[in-house]
């Protein structure tokens, strides 16, 4: 069908939209692609619905290409299947809860492990029946504390989610891979360049998983690569530690009176002019010697706040999504955590917590940190803590330090855990080079679920020998409205969008510019011609529109290819324009659908 600007349900609009901060946002809205319904809740238009329609269609054919079927569940669901594997409560204000008229609690599904794992379960029963891979592209419903930049982070988003069902672990290594190759194929085929890094599996659970992250610095995630090879969102970065020191002739540690040492730099400098250190033992003291011990606040699924102390080298700093990326199994329940600062109420609660000079509590007696600690707060240590290192840290009395206090032998922690800045200059941890930094936005995740989910449901086949065993599991996701956002982004200039092929609403838009009758019959002629050469058309066949108007139109709208129909049509004369390049070629009337039609087929 030609798509007749004079009919077509679309108004652009000069103004970028109030609430808009970035280009995607700001463009889809003015273009007419989308309309605001709610703060991160969306409306698709024609144009943006064929946009949509395009991405989707990409994703499934290169699901069924390894061989997963499409399915497809309600959004609304029972409280039940969350109640089973804990993410009712997990979830925490993620996600939206209603009742129907009974009173039964339903939730919008966020995403939808616990379904897929009680279909299967329902309907298998036997090792033969697997591998499976289904897979259904769905709303997602997720009471995002922040809904940003327009499709980019939704409350209501459109998702690709497959699940892969395997008897063994061999087999849900060849589902991941599986997966991993179809991902890459789908987002080449979208013209979005992603980088799989590695990724902290978070509150889904289970073991090895992987995000593809579109570089750009609008993105939420910061990941790091370097030379060799390695890429990991920050959050999985994983520190080198140093070696164990033997401290068996460690002197003493000793406490000192530093008096207006609050900071970290204020204590370096004190320490260097009331107990230098000499060049032999290292020279000049430095942040690096110092341990640092930053008190956060979690606020755990259930609403409790809850302290917890964590120590570091003083030259680095608390990185807080890592700490809460990596926090989880240290918590007394898992799920979606709060994390924070804490602030002076916290404190007075914990007078103990003498601020700026707290440190792990000392020589004989109880040591102050930890959960077996005077405070009972759990304490936990960046890596390169390690036994034997030895440390300038508070003595938990105002004014004073304690120095040479050394670990494993003055005192202990819970546990070690990756919360330090991961810094552009800092050593992969594969040894394959220096890390550079970069931002990138999350457009797709790959998961080994492992058995979490089949555990939690009891979803068990019977194996060669008549065993019951239970099945072992993946999960993927692609963002699909957040892909029709990222592309936008990355897609456009000055004027308006800029379309890659696979995804335009259409090929070509054709104007008519100008008023001879002519000029309109041969636009509405090539239209149509091109219609029926297979190729998607926009025609702007609206009778008293000036030509800058038009013009602009074509360009924010951003379809590859601009036909344009005016003064050269008495020189027997067509305008054909790249968008992209700016390219423009007169070319005769006669060859325009075959010059159309080849830049079409030339994607
Ligand atoms: P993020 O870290 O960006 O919040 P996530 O890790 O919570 O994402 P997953 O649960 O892994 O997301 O969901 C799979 C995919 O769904 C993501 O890779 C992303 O492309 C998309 N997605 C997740 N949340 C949103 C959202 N609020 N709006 C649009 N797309 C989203
Ligand atoms: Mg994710």
Same mark, same amino acid.
Request: aromatic fraction near 4%.
């Given at each position: 069908m030609v798509l007749r600007l004079s009919q077509l349900f679309l108004r652009t609009l000069r103004e970028d939209p109030a609430d808009a901060e970035v280009a995607s946002h700001k463009?889809?809205?003015?273009?007419?692609?989308?309309?605001?319904?709610?703060?991160?809740?969306?409306?698709?238009?024609?144009?943006?619905?064929s946009v949509l329609r395009k991405v989707e269609q990409i994703i499934r054919e290169e699901m069924t290409a390894i061989g997963a079927q499409e399915v497809h569940f309600p959004a609304l669901l029972p409280k039940d299947p969350y109640e089973a594997s804990n993410r009712w409560t997990e979830y925490g204000e993620g996600i939206f809860r209603l009742k129907d008229r009974k009173g039964a609690d339903y939730l919008l599904a966020p995403t939808h492990e616990e379904m897929f794992t009680l279909l299967v379960k329902d309907l298998y029963s036997s090792y033969k029946d697997l591998p499976l891979s289904i897979y259904q592209i769905q709303n997602k419903y997720r009471d995002e504390a922040r809904p940003r930049a327009g499709l980019l982070r939704g409350r209501e988003f459109i998702m690709k989610d497959s699940y892969s069902f395997d008897a063994d672990d061999a087999g849900l290594d060849a589902s991941y891979a599986a997966h991993r190759e179809a991902y890459l194929k789908i987002f080449a085929r979208l013209g979005l360049d992603v980088i799989p890094v590695a990724a902290t599996a978070g509150a889904m659970g289970g073991s090895k998983s992987e995000e593809f992250l579109h570089p750009t610095e609008i993105g939420e995630d910061t990941f790091v690569r370097s030379p060799g090879g390695y890429a990991a969102n920050v959050e999985a970065v994983t520190t080198i530690a140093p070696p164990e020191i033997d401290y068996s002739t460690a002197p003493p540690a000793r406490v000192l009176d530093t008096p207006n040492t609050p900071t970290i730099e204020t204590l370096v400098d004190a320490s260097n002019q009331l107990a230098p250190r000499s060049e032999a033992d290292g020279g000049p003291w430095t942040a690096a010697d110092t341990?640092?011990?930053?008190?956060?606040?979690?606020?755990?699924?259930?609403?409790?706040?809850?302290?917890?102390?964590?120590?570091?080298?003083?030259?680095? #700093?608390? @990185? /807080? *999504?890592?700490?809460?990326? !990596?926090?989880?199994s240290f918590l007394p329940i898992a799920g979606e955590i709060g994390l924070e600062a804490a602030n002076?109420?916290?404190?007075?609660?914990?007078?103990?917590?003498?601020?700026?000079?707290?440190?792990?509590?000392?020589?004989?007696?109880?040591?102050?940190l930890g959960l077996e600690g005077a405070s009972k707060l759990l304490y936990l240590v960046d890596p390169r803590i390690v036994s034997g290192t030895s440390w300038i840290t508070g003595a938990n009395e105002d004014g004073k330090h304690v120095y040479g206090l050394v670990a494993g032998r003055d005192f202990t922690w819970d546990g070690v855990i990756e919360c330090t800045e991961v810094r552009a200059g800092d050593e992969a941890p594969d040894g394959s080079g220096l890390l550079e930094t970069a931002r990138g936005i999350e457009m797709g995740h790959i998961f080994q679920l492992g058995r979490?989910?089949?555990? #939690?449901? @009891? /979803? *068990?086949?019977?194996?060669? !020998?008549?065993?019951?065993?239970?099945?072992?599991?993946?999960s993927y996701g692609v963002g699909v409205t957040r892909a029709v956002a990222a592309l936008a982004e990355s897609n456009h200039d000055d004027k308006g969008l800029v379309w890659p092929r696979s995804v335009a609403p259409a090929d070509v838009h054709v104007v008519a510019v100008g008023r001879g009758e002519e000029i309109f019959?041969?636009?509405?002629?090539?239209a149509?011609?091109?219609?029926?050469?297979?190729?998607?058309v926009i025609y702007d066949d609206r009778p008293k529109v000036s030509p800058g108007v038009k013009f602009g139109d074509a360009e924010l709208v951003g379809v590859p290819t601009i036909l344009a129909?005016?003064?050269?049509?008495?020189?027997g004369v067509v305008e054909i324009k790249d968008r992209r390049s700016g390219d423009a070629?007169?070319?005769?009337?006669?060859?325009?659908?075959?010059f159309v039609v080849n830049a079409a087929r030339s994607r």
């Open positions: 463009l889809l809205v003015r273009a007419g692609y989308i309309r605001r319904a709610a703060p991160g809740i969306y409306t698709w238009l024609p144009l943006g619905l341990l640092k011990n930053v008190v956060l606040a979690v606020t755990l699924p259930t609403g409790e706040r809850q302290l917890v102390v964590i120590g570091l080298p003083g030259d680095r #700093a608390v @990185d /807080l *999504k890592r700490v809460e990326a !990596n926090i989880g002076e109420d916290d404190l007075k609660k914990n007078p103990l917590l003498v601020k700026g000079y707290i440190g792990p509590g000392v020589e004989a007696g109880k040591p102050l979490k989910y089949a555990e #939690a449901l @009891d /979803l *068990k086949v019977l194996d060669q !020998n008549g065993k019951q065993v239970v099945v072992t599991m993946g019959q041969t636009a509405e002629k090539l149509i011609e091109l219609e029926a050469a297979g190729l998607d129909v005016g003064r050269g049509l008495v020189d070629e007169n070319v005769p009337v006669e060859k325009a659908v075959d």
